[in-house]
């Protein structure tokens, strides 16, 4: 669909969450919402950005049986392709609100940049469908915790693209059951590095291609100039957009290691650190290299680096009666190897996906929607991981140690950094957070 074909400036419809005190008060629209059963056993989907990761998404719930029916994106060019990939049947739209009108869809990827996240879920909860977002699920604090009280109050089945929790031979799954079950003993330090961001630039300013609406690609992220290097997968490197590596895949390895040490509702209570940022004009900024400590009340430190010279990008977890290291391509240690003499109990890792057998990510979500379960990366849990890596990044930038009460979710005597929690959004695409 051409770009005139988009809802205009007046047609917008702020959506949002009204405030109460403190606390979140549930939009009306959530309340409301009946629940649309699946025909039959053919589950029909909506794609919300199909650039890049977003049709992976695409194409794993089509191998899941799914069946497409549309494509938002406010890019004509990937979408025009990602039709064409997928049979040329799928409807385009540029703006995504025209696909959470139909009735005929049951769920929805999302595969758009971080900053459109959690409007998108919430008007897609909103719409009656279900949603599988891609990590990191949140560009702020605050909207994490809009969003779980959301899935809360709507019921829908919601999975966060976390697909280490499903995939990659089951090592994150052993790693975390042999946590679980007491083989490292008393878990001490938890190790996450993650790999080097981009640095570059000076970018040059210049006029959108055609084929993109550079307003909406925007959102509420300030009005700024088109680049290139701002937009599509470079989108990573800008703070208005993403939290960099950080959040990026800083996300995917610390919610392995609140999983294994059973902090999937709760959180750091002290954080620090330093960052090294490219501090170019026009161009990158979020930090390349980081060394960030993270301390629990139960004793873990989890520290969350670029690069340590000890091993590859991964987990490293270290207890008092042993060590293991887990990334997408290996699980070592002698925890690991004392399986061939004592396996873990029977049912550990279908216990840690609730009941359901690990394998895909996306067929977990699919088996949800269709018996009402809760997926194995959910909202909530998701929501510490990703504050972990928010209260990182608020540690680094500000260049000084914060401290957080994961009870009552905030940054304790400093106001500077607990405003941090929120950002500003340009109308008219914002949504509103708790204060």
């Not at 629940?35 to 199909?50: D, H, K, M, S």
């Not at 809009?146 to 052993?174: C, H, I, M, P, W």
């Not at 900024?285 to 091993?311: Q, Y």
Request: overall charge neutral.
């Amino acid at each position: 669909m051409r770009r005139g074909s988009r809802f205009t400036r007046r047609d917008f419809v702020k959506t949002g969450a009204a405030l109460s005190g403190a606390g979140l008060v549930t939009p009306y629209w959530l309340t409301g919402a009946a629940r649309a059963e699946p025909a039959g056993t053919n589950l029909r989907f909506g794609a919300i950005g199909v650039n890049g990761r977003g049709f992976d998404l695409v194409e794993q719930a089509i191998r899941g049986g799914a069946q497409l029916m549309a494509i938002a994106d406010v890019d004509s060019q990937p979408a025009e392709q990602r039709k064409q990939q997928t049979g040329g049947k799928a409807d385009l739209y540029v703006d995504y609100r025209k696909l959470l009108d139909r009735k005929d869809i049951d769920f929805v990827t999302i595969g758009t940049p971080d900053h459109w996240h959690t409007k998108i879920a919430l008007e897609a909860m909103h719409a009656g469908k279900d949603v599988y977002c891609e990590k990191p699920l949140t560009l702020t604090i605050d909207e994490g915790k809009l969003l779980r009280k959301a899935v809360k109050d709507s019921g829908r089945v919601f999975q966060v693209g976390t697909q280490q929790r499903s995939e990659y031979g089951s090592n994150f799954l052993t790693a975390v059951a042999l946590c679980r079950a007491g083989r490292v003993g008393d878990i001490q330090r938890i190790t996450c590095a993650i790999g080097n961001a981009d640095s570059g630039g000076p970018f040059k300013e210049q006029e959108p291609p055609a084929h993109l609406d550079w307003d909406f690609w925007l959102g509420p992220a300030p009005k700024v100039p088109y680049m290139p290097e701002r937009c599509h997968f470079k989108f990573r490197w800008w703070y208005d957009y993403s939290g960099g590596q950080v959040t990026d895949w800083g996300v995917h390895h610390v919610d392995i290691a609140h999983w294994a040490m059973g902090a999937t509702d709760t959180g750091p209570v002290a954080i620090e650190g330093t960052g090294e940022f490219p501090k170019i004009p026009l161009g990158y900024e979020t930090a390349v290299k980081f060394n960030i400590k993270c301390n629990f009340r139960s004793g873990v430190e989890l520290l969350i680096v670029n690069a340590v010279p000890e091993f590859d990008n991964g987990v490293l977890i270290e207890g008092t009666q042993g060590r293991l290291f887990v990334n997408r391509g290996k699980l070592t240690g002698r925890p690991v190897e004392a399986l061939a003499e004592a396996p873990l109990p029977e049912g550990a890792l279908l216990k840690l996906c609730k009941g359901k057998q690990p394998g895909s990510h996306m067929g977990n979500f699919m088996e949800c929607i269709k018996d009402h379960g809760e997926p194995v990366s959910d909202v909530a849990s998701h929501h510490r991981s990703i504050t972990t890596c928010h209260l990182a990044n608020i540690a680094i930038r500000l260049g000084r140690p914060i401290r957080w009460d994961p009870d009552s979710e905030q940054i304790i005597g400093d106001d500077e950094a607990n405003a941090w929690q929120k950002r500003k959004q340009r109308s008219p695409y914002q949504f509103q957070v708790s204060s």
